[in-house]
């Protein structure tokens, strides 16, 4: 699955049902395995767009987080493989897919990778943190979450949040591959409960937590003192060109 929206593949709303349907798609054609890459040459996903949530209509801000929700569920709980090439930046929310796959290939190069939340002054949901810890190790998480932290390549294999180095994404895609031929011999169902008991926890706490959750990601966008620091935040965004 190639994620293919200029510049930056930021997750707006329509991305997010695009991706939801191709999720729908590969579960029900029975593929082995999916691998998560991205179009552009520097950036694997910016996250959220920034603009989904900046001045919001109130029932399509809801539907683009329920979106999110489900992407993540059908991602993160698939029964198929799933691997990530990240030929890029991936902050945030493209941090946040690249964790909820299997396996990941990150190309070297100037990259950096996390969740960069507190450093916007935000909080990242529990199920992002799920995810991170689910990843690298607990302490290591909260380090990174609490300062924001964002890692280079070298940085992110050392605390196991990419699995390997690539020099390019040919050579990301084929060591992703290479992650998936691993299982030839692995009894898929055996896989996949395995895999799926090993996330349960995170998967459970955000379903019987999923209203909770998008009433608090609510109550944020409508803050008036967010609204002023996104608004600050894209203007920062902007003036960097
Ligand atoms: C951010 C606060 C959100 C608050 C929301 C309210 C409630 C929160 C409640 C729950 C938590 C939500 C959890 C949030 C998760 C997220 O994912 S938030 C998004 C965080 N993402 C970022 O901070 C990344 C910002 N972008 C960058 O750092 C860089 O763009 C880059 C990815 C490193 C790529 O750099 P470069 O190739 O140099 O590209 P430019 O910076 O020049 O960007 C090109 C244009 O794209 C626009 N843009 C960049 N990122 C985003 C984005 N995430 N959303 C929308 N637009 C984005 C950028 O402004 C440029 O636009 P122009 O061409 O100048 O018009």
Request: glycine share 6%; aromatic share 8%; net charge positive.
């Amino acid at each position: 699955m190639t994620l293919q929206r200029p510049p930056v593949n930021s997750l707006n709303l329509d991305l997010l049902k695009e991706m939801s349907k191709s999720l729908d798609e590969i579960a029900k054609n029975k593929s082995k395995a999916m691998i998560l890459t991205s179009a552009s040459p520097k950036v694997f996903s910016a996250g959220l767009d920034i603009m989904e949530m900046y001045k919001p209509d109130l029932k399509r801000v809801e539907e683009f987080w329920t979106t999110l929700q489900e992407v993540w569920f059908k991602l993160f709980g698939s029964n198929f493989i799933t691997a990530a090439a990240i030929n890029g930046h991936a902050p945030a929310g493209g941090c946040l897919l690249a964790m909820s796959c299997e396996y990941r290939v990150m190309t070297g190069g100037n990259f950096s990778i996390g969740l960069n939340e507190t450093a916007l002054g935000i909080v990242a949901p529990n199920w992002f943190m799920d995810t991170m810890t689910n990843t690298i190790p607990v302490r290591e998480a909260e380090y990174a979450l609490t300062t924001a932290r964002m890692f280079n390549v070298e940085e992110a294999l050392k605390v196991g949040l990419i699995d390997e180095v690539a020099t390019d994404k040919d050579d990301a895609i084929a060591k992703c591959k290479g992650f998936i031929g691993k299982f030839d011999r692995i009894p898929a169902l055996a896989r996949s409960i395995t895999k799926l008991k090993m996330r349960q926890a995170a998967i459970k706490r955000l379903q019987d937590g999923r209203r909770e959750d998008l009433n608090e990601f609510l109550q944020f966008v409508q803050n008036p003192k967010i609204q002023k620091s996104l608004e600050m935040y894209i203007q920062s965004l902007k003036k960097k060109a």
